[in-house]
């Protein structure tokens, strides 16, 4: 098994590393297509800002060749959100994977949504995971549910905290900041 962590700029990539380790898996940091393209498995992580981050994957074509991977590709949070239509976030177009797209909370309550969520979920990725388990989330922008929809979440509105199409899968929350259970959905990831 070789893993990929996709290298855009984005934040937060210790701590998935830290996680993969965990589990016995050493994964490559790289902006490199060969490198990512020759992954078994890759990871597109984010924590930053939408289009400042599709500015930096069009700057080096990883925008044309993430679309194109044709092996398992997790997309989280930032990562998930450039992977639908487009992001209210600095009028943001995205690369289309997942048929939906990303806008910003309008809610009285607190933004960003911060700390831990119960998420309603079905599907490989969460193999052995009880539905209604609590997943870590910081976020300002949510996509909205949709037919890749696989993981619901609720602050004042539902919203897609996990999709999955083809080989592609996104989590609006952070696996790498969950405990056992985001353990063990990047482990069922691993196992793809």
Not at 13 to 38: C, H, K, M, N, Y
Not at 64 to 88: D, H, K, R, Y
Not at 103 to 132: A, C, Q, Y
Not at 138 to 143: F, G, M, P, Q
């Given at each position: ?31 490199d297509p060969e490198t990512i393209q020759s992954a078994s498995h890759i ?92 997943f870590y989330l910081v976020h300002s922008y949510y996509a909205l549910p ?47």
């Amino acid at each position: 098994m070789s893993v990929a962590i996709i290298d855009y700029g984005a934040g937060n990539i210790q701590s998935i590393r830290f996680a993969l380790a965990r589990l016995g898996v050493s994964a490559t940091l790289s902006s490199d297509p060969e490198t990512i393209q020759s992954a078994s498995h890759i990871i597109f992580p984010g924590v930053g800002e939408a289009s400042s981050a599709m500015a930096k994957l069009k700057s080096t074509q990883l925008d044309t060749l993430i679309p194109e991977l044709a092996q398992p590709v997790l997309g989280i949070c930032l990562g998930m959100q450039l992977m639908c239509n487009s992001s209210e976030e600095g009028n943001t177009t995205g690369l289309g994977i997942f048929d939906t797209e990303v806008v910003r909370f309008t809610t009285t309550r607190n933004v960003p949504h911060m700390g831990w969520n119960e998420v309603k979920s079905s599907g490989v990725l969460f193999d052995k995971i009880p539905n209604d388990s609590h997943f870590y989330l910081v976020h300002s922008y949510y996509a909205l549910p949709n037919e890749d929809t696989v993981g619901q979440c609720l602050y004042d509105v539902n919203f897609a905290a996990a999709m999955a199409k083809n080989n592609f899968y996104g989590t609006q929350f952070h696996p790498e900041k969950s405990g056992a259970m985001g353990a063990q959905l990047l482990q069922n990831f691993l196992s793809l």
